[in-house]
Every structure is written in structure tokens, then in C-alpha cells.
């Protein structure tokens, strides 16, 4: 096991056992066998932790699963992959909760994990095979981002049945506001094009007026 292995592993395990709040960097240096000058080495904060946490989690899902030919529609295959996610936190449940609980008395870290949240989300998407570029990709991702925290929710105070029924009545709700945000991009599109087109002829027209009149500024 790598060194960053076991220093996630010790985070986690102390998170199991009490509030994340109360866990400090020399706590988890000790629970890993590392003095904190080789923790600070490795992740410069707790928050970190759990982004390398989340990014092995996320390593686990895209090793296991790929829609690539899949010929379902898009909201099972999104469904399947954020429903192997979840499998693969499931022994990390108490963890997750009481880390969820630090997180949430904390806006930075709040925000931080967030972003963390957003990137992972990036990814599930990709192995759904759903496109998340563009404006309208950004929403999607902030969108799957809060639905999943909904989704966290329902598993901490439910369990993973709930939490399932929770994902797939989550999915079916983005699925709708993505058709209404697309269809609003599509409408918008040609005014938005029009203006940029207008924008650049104005520049274009005062960088020809300046060149006419070179010392109109002097």
C-alpha cells in the first residue's frame, strides 16, 4: 500500500470512530505511522484528504464501469455508474457522515469539497458516455453535484435502498431541467451569436476609427 494510501485510510478510520472536527493532522499522522513533516509532504490539509478519497473512489468506479457501447438511454447509464459510486462508499459510511457534518460547519472547506464533488461528477458523466462541455455542461455538473449531496443525505439517514430511490427520483428531475436549459440554449444561440458577430464588427469599427485619428487621445 502506497504512503498516500494509508494516510486516506487513517483519515477515514478516525473519521469512523469520532467528528472529523476533533481529528487533527498529528491524529492522523499518528494513526498512519508518519511523522506530520512527511504527512505535510503529502496533503497540506484534511480537506485534502478526503479530495484524494474521492479521487481514489472515483478511480474505483472508472476501473469497473464503462458505457461506452452501451445502447441504454443516458439516465440508466448515469444511473448505473452513480449506483456502482455509491456501493463503493458503502463501507465508508459513518466516515463520510461525520465528514460531511465537518464540512458543513465550515463554508471554505464547504465550497472546497464541493469543487471536489463537481470534478468527480466530470468523470461520472464521461463513463456514462453523457457530454458535459459548454455553458450547458457547467450546469449539468453543479446540477449532479447538489443532486448527489441529496442523494449522500438520503444514505446517512436512510441507507442505501433509500438512497437509490433518492438517485434515480434525482436523475429523472435533472433530466428535466437539462431539457429545459437545452432547449433554452438552443433558442438563445442565434441572438447570442448575433451579438458577438455585432460586438466584434463595433471593435472592429473603433479600432478603425482610433487608426484614422491617431491623436484624438493625445
Not at 503529502?42 to 458505457?67: N, T
Not at 456502482?84 to 469539497?113: N, Q
Request: charged share 30%; glycine share 6%.
Amino acid at each position: 500500500m502506497s504512503t498516500r494510501n494509508r494516510v486516506i485510510d487513517a483519515a477515514m478510520k478516525l473519521a469512523g470512530r469520532r467528528d472529523f472536527g476533533d481529528v487533527s493532522l498529528s491524529d492522523i499522522a499518528f494513526e498512519a505511522d508518519l511523522s506530520l513533516a512527511d504527512l505535510r509532504d503529502l496533503f497540506p490539509s484534511k480537506g485534502a484528504i478526503v479530495g484524494g478519497f474521492s479521487r481514489r473512489i472515483d478511480r474505483q468506479v472508472l476501473e469497473d464501469f464503462s458505457a461506452k457501447n452501451s445502447h441504454d438511454p443516458a439516465r440508466d447509464r448515469l444511473y448505473e455508474v452513480l449506483r456502482k459510486r455509491l456501493e463503493a462508499l458503502e463501507p465508508h459510511r459513518d466516515a463520510l457522515e461525520s465528514i460531511a457534518r465537518w464540512a458543513a460547519r465550515d463554508p471554505l472547506t464547504s465550497a472546497a469539497l464541493n469543487r471536489e464533488t463537481v470534478n468527480s461528477m466530470r468523470f461520472m458523466l464521461e463513463a456514462a458516455d453523457i457530454d458535459c462541455d459548454g455553458p450547458v455542461g457547467s450546469l449539468k455538473l453543479q446540477g449532479l453535484a447538489m443532486a448527489w449531496g441529496r442523494v449522500l443525505d438520503a444514505w446517512f439517514q436512510d441507507g442505501f435502498s433509500f438512497a437509490l430511490e433518492t438517485l434515480d427520483r434525482e436523475i429523472a428531475r435533472g433530466e428535466r431541467y437539462v431539457e429545459h436549459v437545452e432547449d433554452f440554449a438552443r433558442i438563445t444561440r442565434p441572438f447570442a451569436d448575433m451579438a458577438n458577430r455585432l460586438f466584434e464588427w463595433g471593435g472592429g469599427r473603433r479600432r478603425h476609427a482610433d487608426d484614422d485619428h491617431p491623436h484624438s487621445h493625445a
